[in-house]
C-alpha cells in the first residue's frame, strides 16, 4: 500500500512549466491505492499503447509521477523515445467505489533513478515485489483535465445537442443526432 509522499521529498514542476491544477478532490483520487490509473503513451508510430500503472502519485496541485517498474518495458521506451519531441501522455483514473472518473492530458518532465522520492517509491515497489526492477520514476505536468463522469459527459452533450434532454424525457432515449441538429 502506498504511503504519503512527505513534501519534502516531491520534486514538484517548475514554475515554467504551465501546468492544469489539480483539484484537491483529484489529488485524493490519485493517491487512493483503489483507484485504478491507466497511462497512454504512444509508439514510434503513433499507436497508442495503453498499461495499468499503479505506482501513479500525485505529488501536488501541478505535480504527477510514476515509478516505471519494469526496466525496457513499452511504456518506458514509448516515453524515453518521446521525452524531447512529443512529451504528452494521457493518465485515466476510475475509482470503482466512488465511480469518478478522470483523464489527464500530462506532459513528461523528467525521468530519474535516484534521489528521495525515487528511494520511497523504490522501497515501496520491494516491499510489494521483491526482485522488481524498476527503471526510475517520470515526474509530469498536468496540462488539461477531463472529468469523465457520465453526468458531466452527459451535460456537455446537452449543451451541445439542441433539444437532447426533451428527446429523452418525451420518448425515454437517446435521439439520433444529424449534422442539422448539433449546434454550431
Avoid: C
Avoid at 526496466?71 to 465511480?99: C, G, H, W
Amino acid at each position: 500500500m502506498p504511503q504519503e509522499i512527505p513534501a519534502e521529498l516531491a520534486q514538484p514542476v517548475r514554475d515554467d512549466i504551465e501546468t492544469s491544477p489539480l483539484s484537491d478532490e483529484l489529488i485524493s483520487i490519485f493517491n487512493d491505492p483503489k483507484t485504478i490509473k491507466l497511462l497512454s503513451t504512444t509508439d514510434e508510430d503513433g499507436t497508442p499503447h495503453s498499461v495499468v500503472k499503479n505506482s501513479f502519485r500525485a505529488l501536488d496541485s501541478r505535480t504527477l509521477a510514476y515509478m516505471e517498474i519494469i526496466f525496457r518495458s513499452r511504456s518506458y521506451q514509448n516515453a524515453l523515445r518521446n521525452k524531447d519531441k512529443n512529451k504528452r501522455i494521457s493518465i485515466a483514473v476510475f475509482n470503482p467505489e466512488t465511480m469518478v472518473s478522470y483523464q489527464i492530458k500530462g506532459e513528461l518532465v523528467v525521468f530519474f533513478d535516484h534521489g528521495p522520492l525515487w528511494d520511497q517509491m523504490r522501497n515501496e515497489l520491494w516491499s510489494m515485489i521483491p526482485d522488481a526492477t524498476p527503471a526510475g520514476v517520470w515526474v509530469i505536468a498536468p496540462k488539461e483535465v477531463i472529468n469523465e463522469d457520465y453526468s458531466v459527459q452527459q451535460d456537455e452533450v446537452d449543451k451541445r445537442i439542441i433539444h437532447s434532454k426533451l428527446w429523452r424525457q418525451f420518448f425515454g432515449k437517446k435521439p439520433k443526432h444529424p449534422d442539422f441538429m448539433i449546434k454550431k
